[in-house]
Nanobody
């Protein structure tokens, strides 16, 4: 089992940047594919990005491609989501998640562990 804690959310103006962190504890961090998702009230949780167990592969939602970068450091048991050129439509609660195996899934139901979420608000 792994425990995940997100941090780094906040209020930022459109065009600005934020870096979210996801600190993991418990079982070996490198055993897990890591993903970032986001959710707004009344909507389903939306895939943002995923990274393979050792960081060699990444995958992004079209809506964030070229603006967001997912990364990880297994020695630090941490994953990050660097968000640049933020838009008001990026406003959401952002969650990190972990899944076993090697597939970079975009489906939230395929992730086994979740953090508590961190709010990101982008003002226009």
């Amino acid at each position: 089992q792994v425990q995940l804690v997100e941090s780094g959310g906040g209020l930022v103006q459109a065009g600005g940047s934020l870096r979210l962190s996801c600190a993991a504890s418990g079982r070996t961090f490198s055993s897990y594919v890591m993903g970032w998702f986001r959710q707004t009230p009344g909507k389903e949780r939306e895939f943002v990005a995923a990274i393979s167990r050792y960081g060699s592969s990444t995958y992004y939602a079209d809506s964030v491609k070229g603006r967001f970068t997912i990364s990880r450091d297994n020695a630090k048991n941490t994953a990050w989501l660097q968000m640049n050129s933020l838009k008001p439509e990026d406003t959401a609660v952002y969650y990190c998640a972990a899944r076993g195996g090697s597939y970079l899934s975009t489906a939230p139901e395929e992730y086994h562990y979740w953090g508590q979420g961190t709010q990101v608000t982008v003002s226009s």
